[in-house]
């Protein structure tokens, strides 16, 4: 993803990479490239961050101290990790989402609704396919796609991950979310909502990763504009 962001940004007059953080110490690139945040010393408008939920600590510690805006693009954070995330946001603007497409944040939109308006008398149930190496179940973007039906459904909802352990008929306030792994199979999330003799599909497909990318190249525009601390989302980048 950082290469793909590399990539995009390279085609763009008014963005420049001033640096890269990378643990293998990659080479070969028109910008240096250390091995932690820390040891970048210049400054920068935004940092954005496409690597693992093991790098949030010294993201933050950077970002805090040198108060630079930080676009979080990376899934499976611990609930202690987004206090965290919550409590930098207080400090330095912080961006971030579990899928920087356009595509799918409009998807969740959608999901709003339709649940709004078919309501407990459909069930919902989210399927999500992703690449054999892919590590988290379910992937953020299905919880993401999860935490939109829930808003706007008049029950409580109760996610449901698994359902071989599960010996009874389904409750009205579940949302079912599956996983599948295998090949490599960029993204794909299809949400379900099944009624009496009839069923509702919403579906998105991403086929590269450069969605994934321009999303967060627009992310990091927004971030950089809006000048004060806070938790800003897709949503707001959407709102414009």
Known sequence: MGKTVASIID???????????????????SFPVFSAPSAFTATADVVVDFSVSEALDGLLEYCLSSNTPLLLCTTGYTPEQIEQIEKASETIPVFRSANMSLGINLLAELIKQACAILGSDFDVEIVERHHRRKVDAPSGTALM????????????????YERQSIRQARNNNEIGISAVRGGTIVGEHDVIFAGLDEVIELRHAANSRDVFAVGAVRAAAYLASVGKPGLYTMSDLMRG
Not at 15 to 22: E, K, N, S
Request: aromatic share 2%; charged share 20%.
């Open 11 to 29: 085609n763009n007059p008014d963005m420049r990479i001033v640096a890269g953080i990378d643990i293998t110490h990659a080479e070969n690139e």
């Open 145 to 160: 796609l999860a935490d939109a039906a829930a808003s706007a459904l008049p029950n409580d909802a109760q996610y449901v």
